[in-house]
């Protein structure tokens, strides 16, 4: 069930008492009913106040870090963007609200019925879902101008770096343990994969990508 017009905007009050200020991703999330895609378990958490770090559910379930990362990564309407997430598809909801692409990696063959179901349910045409497994499995599009990974990784992964565009940006949660992740913004400057990180804020997410893909 799609959320109420009271729900909605008091979501967006709550973001920008958080300190979100990019009304064009405001407005995005405004436009994509949350509940479609968040699992009914998720839901007593949607609205809560939560103080960072966060301490439980999926990042999927968080507006606030959701809008967050999307704020960083000042996605643009020509922006070619990957999103790398949980399965849910309400963060590739959003972005197909700001940018004419999305291209996003799912690896559960059901998930992506579902959200594909809920894509045409909203009208969303703009949004190519491939089945891959974590970083693995990339879109003939690549390299990208903006990634956005909703999902823990133990380090920045160099097959990422790869995939991204000189000039590009990337937001990632890093780290071993849900107790020690920050996210981290990457901005790629060199055809070498030249890139800077910095700590944006700490997290606490559900890790899901492990390991590291070796360029051969």
Request: net charge negative.
């Amino acid at each position: 069930m799609a959320a109420s017009a009271q729900d909605q905007i008091g979501l967006i009050m709550q973001l920008r008492r958080r300190g979100i200020r990019d009304t064009r991703v405001l407005r995005a999330m405004e436009l994509v009913p949350r509940e479609i895609f968040v699992e009914p378990s998720f839901l007593k958490h949607a609205y809560q106040d939560i103080a960072l770090p966060i301490e439980c559910g999926q990042t999927i379930s968080q507006p606030y870090v959701v809008a967050f990362m999307t704020e960083k990564l000042e996605v643009e309407e020509h922006h070619k963007v990957l999103e790398i997430g949980t399965g849910s598809g309400y963060q590739a909801a959003v972005l197909s609200k700001l940018c004419s692409h999305v291209y996003t990696i799912e690896r559960y063959r059901e998930l992506q019925k579902l959200a594909d179901e809920h894509f045409e349910e909203l009208g969303i045409d703009n949004i190519s879902t491939i089945i891959g497994d974590g970083w693995i499995g990339w879109p003939p599009q690549a390299p990208f101008d903006r990634i956005i990974v909703t999902a823990a990784a133990p380090e920045v992964p160099e097959a990422l770096v790869d995939q991204l565009k000189v000039g590009g940006r990337m937001i990632i949660p890093i780290g071993e343990n849900r107790d020690s992740q920050s996210l981290i913004q990457v901005d790629k400057f060199g055809e070498d994969d030249e890139f800077t990180e910095r700590s944006l804020l700490p997290v606490r997410f559900v890790p899901l990508v492990k390991g590291r893909v070796k360029r051969s």
